[in-house]
């Protein structure tokens, strides 16, 4: 009964994209997860049920929004919306309301249209954006495709520079050394030298911010210059809640005679001789399987699951030494009364359709960082509001709505014998008033509230330090560095045992690359299909 063509060791959405490619070739697969629900980071709660709210209010717990899985063609080849998937379009994707002023910055998924929103405001940056779009765009399109294989040691510049001088796709003719500079500066760097106005730099530095390095990193260009992909693919939210995806992945599985276990932490991976061939559970059920794929974190599978003692010491020290960082942000997850009626735009009829950049300056996301480097969490926070009411009435029913708002930069360890557990609802609180700032109607609205510190987010997913991409997307560790040159093409050194994770190339965010070049990695190793 226990006996599987492949276990995967948790539900998380890359884990579960590996696990369907398996499925739909035949293997008999059995997913473990250690919580009660699944979906990892892509999952979603109901809350709050009272007598005032029977229905209670559907809450994400991870992440909301989905960008980039729908630009790998993903969704389609597995065909989840037979499987209850229903997407609902963000647009504009996101805003940017004008700090103590009036009006907003929309970024439309249709070019044209945000270009008009942009000359409300920064008219001087109008011809700036569509330069700036057109040219990332055409990066973006190579940095896809190799987002969408398994990195080789040829990979980042070598392939880029080949790439620019065989066919141009990239840089027109005579800009490859100055796109090249671009690439390999910091997408602080990159906003400066691109835009003037300075409500256009706030608003785009803020959201290349989720990619998690500083703006000042070296070779974060194009953290921003993937803004030039929203306007091809949007910007979407799954009906009902952000696990909507992860539930239809598992409706596939099962529908293909896969088993998804819940309550099942893996304690262990089984090895023989070299060769995992099973997994061990907290309560010591022993699972059996031909091959072992972990979405859990690359330090949790290696050092913990498998073991040093199945290791030698240069891999053991090399997985040490990968960098998780300290800390990401945190999220408070609310239930409130009405939506945010945003003194910049109170009448707008598009700024709840998608996200709202609530950072006031480049300087005030600069000062937050710098309280970040003191190991303390930001006096100002920069906040990333979410309010998904407002187009999907199935979250919140009973005339209420949901607030989500994401915040940056908040350390995991901090200084000065602060605790995370003494300290988070005080931190909550500073989140919370940033939204009241820009939309003062928001005071005394909030019905209650969902809290996710760093350590809350580290120990409800598994994400260690909080980090929510696992280990730091730094240049160092993207392409064949992530997360080690041995582990990158998602293979270890034990037989049979892979990984699929976002601390896999080519990193976290609602993706699904890893778990696909996964997929294809094992597939194309194990030719055989299995069939029941």
Same mark, same amino acid.
């Given at each position: 009964?226990n ?5 995967i ?18 293997y008999?697969v059995?997913?473990l ?14 809350? *709050?049920?009272s007598?005032?709210n ?5 809450m ?12 790998t063609g ?6 989840l919306?037979?499987?209850?998937? !229903?997407?609902i379009?963000?647009d504009?994707?996101m805003?940017y309301?004008?700090p103590?002023?009036r ?15 942009i000359g ?17 765009g055409r990066?973006?399109?190579?940095v896809?495709?190799?987002f ?16 620019? *001088?065989?066919d141009?796709?990239?840089f027109?003719?005579g ?11 910091s997408?602080?760097?990159?906003v400066?030298?691109?835009?003037e106005?300075?409500?256009m730099?706030?608003?785009l530095m803020w959201f290349a ?6 703006p000042? &990193? ?5 953290f ?7 306007h ?6 799954p009906?009902?809640?952000?696990g &909507?995806?992860?539930?239809a992945?598992?409706?596939?599985i099962?529908n293909?005679?896969g ?5 099942n932490p ?7 001789n070299?060769?995992?061939?099973g997994?061990?559970?907290?309560n010591d059920h ?9 979405n859990?974190h ?7 699951m498998?073991?040093? !003692? *199945? ?5 053991v ?9 300290n ?5 408070i997850r609310?239930?409130v009364?009405e ?5 910049a ?6 700024i709840h359709?998608?996200?709202?950049l ?22 100002k ?5 979410m309010?998904?009411?407002k187009i ?8 209420n709505h949901?607030? @989500?708002?994401w ?8 200084s ?8 988070r ?9 940033v939204?009241?700032?820009?939309a003062?109607? +928001? ?14 987010i580290?120990?409800k997913?598994?994400? %260690?330090?909080g980090?929510? +991409?696992?280990?730091?997307m730094?240049?160092?560790? +993207? @392409? ?6 041995? %582990?990158s ?7 049979n ?7 896999c190339?080519?990193?976290?965010g609602v ?12 597939l194309?190793?194990h030719k055989?299909?299995?069939l029941?």
């Amino acid at each position: 009964m226990n006996k599987f063509d492949a276990i995967i060791i948790g539900s998380g959405h890359n884990g579960l994209i590996t696990a369907c490619y398996l499925s739909k070739a035949g293997y008999r697969v059995c997913v473990l997860e250690r919580r009660d629900t699944i979906g990892g980071a892509v999952s979603t709660e109901t809350m *709050f049920r009272s007598q005032e709210n029977p229905n209670g209010f559907r809450m994400d717990v991870g992440s909301s929004v989905h960008i980039m899985i729908h630009q790998t063609g993903i969704l389609e080849e597995l065909e989840l919306t037979n499987y209850g998937l !229903e997407y609902i379009e963000m647009d504009p994707i996101m805003s940017y309301p004008v700090p103590g002023g009036r009006g907003v910055i929309h970024f439309f998924r249709d070019l044209e249209r945000t270009l008009d929103s942009i000359g409300q405001v920064a008219p001087e940056d109008v011809a700036n954006y569509r330069d700036f779009v057109e040219f990332w765009g055409r990066i973006n399109k190579g940095v896809l495709r190799a987002f969408m294989v398994p990195p080789s040691g040829k990979n980042i510049i070598t392939e880029m520079i080949r790439g620019q *001088f065989r066919d141009g796709s990239m840089f027109k003719k005579g800009e490859q050394t100055a796109g090249l500079q671009k690439i390999l500066s910091s997408y602080g760097k990159v906003v400066e030298s691109a835009f003037e106005n300075p409500h256009m730099k706030a608003a785009l530095m803020w959201f290349a911010a989720q990619s998690g390095p500083t703006p000042d &990193m070296p070779a974060t260009g194009d953290f921003v210059g993937w803004q030039s992909m929203l306007h091809q693919s949007g910007a979407k939210h799954p009906r009902g809640g952000s696990g &909507m995806l992860t539930r239809a992945m598992a409706n596939l599985i099962e529908n293909h005679g896969g088993i998804i276990k819940t309550g099942n932490p893996v304690k262990s991976i089984d090895i023989e001789n070299g060769r995992a061939r099973g997994v061990v559970t907290d309560n010591d059920h022993f699972f059996e399987g031909d091959l072992i794929v972990s979405n859990a974190h690359v330090q949790t599978t290696m050092l913990k699951m498998v073991g040093r !003692e *199945f290791l030698d010491e240069t891999m053991v020290k090399k997985v040490e030494d990968i960098q998780v960082g300290n800390g990401f942000g945190m999220v408070i997850r609310c239930a409130v009364q009405e939506l945010p009626q945003y003194t910049a735009a109170p009448e707008d009829p598009y700024i709840h359709n998608g996200m709202q950049l609530l950072a006031p300056s480049v300087q005030y996301m600069y000062d937050a960082i710098g309280d970040y480097h003191k190991r303390r969490p930001p006096e100002k926070p920069a906040v990333l509001a979410m309010t998904f009411s407002k187009i999907d009435p199935d979250v919140a029913r009973d005339g209420n709505h949901t607030l @989500f708002a994401w915040a940056q930069w908040h350390p995991y360890e901090l200084s000065g014998g602060l605790r995370w557990d003494d300290i988070r609802e005080r931190e909550a609180e500073k989140i919370y008033r940033v939204v009241e700032g820009y939309a003062p109607n +928001m005071k005394g609205k909030l019905i209650d509230w969902y809290i996710q510190s760093p350590l809350d987010i580290e120990r409800k997913h598994g994400m %260690l330090k909080g980090n929510v +991409m696992h280990v730091e997307m730094n240049f160092d560790q +993207m @392409f064949m560095f992530r997360p080690t040159p041995e %582990l990158s093409r998602y293979e270890t050194p034990i037989k049979n045992l892979y990984l699929s994770s976002a601390s896999c190339h080519p990193g976290g965010g609602v993706f699904g690359a890893a778990g696909y070049n996964a997929a294809n990695v094992i597939l194309k190793k194990h030719k055989r299909k299995k069939l029941y």
